[in-house]
Nanobody, 123 residues
């Protein structure tokens, strides 16, 4: 059983910063791509940023230059440093990970989601 547990959300004023963390635990073989997604009230879940195991990153245009995704493979953890936060960044942020391993005796890949952490940007 694999779990992704996010932490670091909260209430912050516009222009402030937060750092989200997501730690994977359980029967982990290899974590390949990891990422962060956001879901605002009444909207679909959207990609924020992704990072490959080797450190290649991809960002949504709305967060480029403000957010930084990073990971620590030894700790099975991905981070999202969020700076210059805006009210429109308010959302639940979800961690996502692709994990390689043996599933029912066959080597393959499964995708996992965390439970989400609320980020509210308001004065």
């Amino acid at each position: 059983q694999v779990q992704l547990v996010e932490s670091g959300g909260g209430l912050v004023q516009p222009g402030g910063s937060l750092r989200l963390s997501c730690a994977a635990s359980g029967s982990i073989f290899v974590i390949s791509d990891m990422g962060w997604y956001q879901q605002a009230p009444g909207k679909q879940r959207e990609l924020v940023a992704t990072i490959t195991r080797s450190g290649n990153t991809n960002y949504a245009d709305s967060v480029k230059g403000r957010f930084t995704i990073s990971r620590d493979n030894a700790k099975n953890t991905v981070y999202l440093q969020m700076n210059s936060l805006k009210p429109e960044d308010t959302a639940v942020y979800y961690c996502n990970a692709d994990m390689l391993g043996y599933y029912s005796g066959t080597w393959g890949k499964r995708n996992y989601w965390g439970q989400g952490t609320q980020v509210t940007v308001s004065s």
